[in-house]
DNA sequence: AGCATGATACTTGTATACAAGTTATTGCCT
DNA sequence: AGGCAATAACTTGTATACAAGTATCATGCT
């Protein structure tokens, strides 16, 4: 498990909360691996208290399971319940992106073609760190120009699962297609073509689909069933 | 604020989470109203860490704002945020309604229309109360037949902030015409009408839209700006 | 009077002690 | 050896003590 140094003024919930997110979703902490308060607090350096509260909102978002008076474990990864991740962000980006056309603002297109140009600059120094929170505040600024902000946090709420088999995944979907996607899905916006932007996109969402029979084959202890 | 007695085996954060969220759906919690831990944890006659915990999740839910040090407040209504749940449940429960007309299976057919009979005897004994919990059953079991079970618990969530101002305007639609809706919703399905059967879910979900001019006028202190 | 200042009484954040339940182990008995 | 029972070593749940920050109010000074 690895360990990161505690922000200044972050408290120490927040910081058990970002260092177990990290360790779960890059697969540090192996899904069905046990994991208890009292290990944990020694290895963070924390008192039962903050991880305790950490564990309980990781278990909200189904990350960890809590099992009462017998144990915590990180959850296994559940195939159906990252589809059903994939089919929400689908309807919902879709809708998002249909309203754009309905009335896109000038002030919102010029933020987002500013990301598309510092994602572009990321691709040429192939920066593929930097490229990723990118991406995400893409849909975000999309999500934000038609005033649903609150819609993407519960989207992105679910894509923990999603992050979890992309580290699994090696063959993750080049960041150059991606960016030529956000390029046309903001041409087919100006040009106020619904129908064309709803293909984008959902041609766009739709790339992030991994073969499951493959990962679990590889890693069978890691899924659930 | 109402107190409940705790139900066997139901822990002691658990009590809190009912007692709380019940008391802050019927306003008996007034928004933007002070609470406190120390206060909550007397009244629920319970220690402070069950009711800090849940304090803590009804934070993630926007219902509690706590601000470190400082107290913990009841959370005022915000519209946009009710808007914006009706719009991700519209959209949702859109898609959902669309699947399901693609291959209605026999056997969700049976359990809707069992609902439904449900309803209309609550309706006969004028059991409100009844009533609600079959409204709610009725688009869980629609999610289930198109197996996004999961996808309507995060509507559901939404969900709270919807049931406070059902609270606040007394005259919430007629069941009857929400019994008749759901009937046509099941009616459309049946014929494999996806376009009928959309517009029907339309209408159903923005019935529960509030006049907002009215309950804030009526209630300034309890809402945003 | 008005303002600064310090004590006090709050608040939530964190640490720790104890309670209650589960699991594994150990050792005895058959 | 096999099985059963007591026990010890875990787990999370809850209660409480202490830490640290904030707001209020009283007091004294200018």
Redesign the pocket.
């Known amino acids: 498990m690895k360990l990161f140094d505690r922000s200044p003024g972050?408290?120490?919930?927040?910081?058990a909360i970002r260092v177990l997110l990290y360790n779960i979703i890059n697969l540090e902490l192996a899904p069905g691996s046990?994991?208890?308060?009292?290990?944990?607090?020694s290895t963070l350096?924390?008192?039962?208290?903050?991880?305790?509260?950490a564990?309980?909102e990781l278990s909200k978002s189904s990350l960890v399971e809590?099992?009462?008076?017998?144990?915590?474990?990180i959850s296994k990864i559940d195939y159906e319940r990252i589809e059903e991740a994939r089919f929400m962000r689908l309807v919902l980006e879709n809708a998002v992106v249909k309203l754009a056309c309905e009335s896109p603002e000038p002030v919102d297109l010029k933020k987002l073609k500013d990301n598309i140009s510092e994602q572009k600059f990321c691709l040429e120094q192939e920066d593929t760190a930097r490229f990723f929170p990118l991406d995400n505040e893409f849909h975000m600024l999309l999500f934000q120009s038609v005033n649903k902000a609150r819609t993407f946090e519960v989207i992105q709420s679910q894509m923990v699962h999603f992050d979890r088999i992309r580290t699994l995944s090696l063959k993750s979907s080049k960041p150059t297609k991606i960016v030529e996607d956000h390029e046309n899905i903001i041409y087919a916006i100006e040009r106020r073509d619904t129908e064309l932007a709803e293909i984008l996109m959902t041609r766009h969402i739709n790339r992030h689909q991994m073969e499951k029979s493959e990962l679990v084959a590889a890693f069978p202890d890691y899924f659930i069933q």
Chains 1, 2 share one sequence.
């Open positions: 972050e408290n120490a919930r927040n910081y046990a994991v208890s308060e009292n290990e944990l607090s350096n924390l008192s039962r208290t903050p991880v305790r509260e564990l309980i809590i099992l009462p008076q017998r144990g915590s474990y």
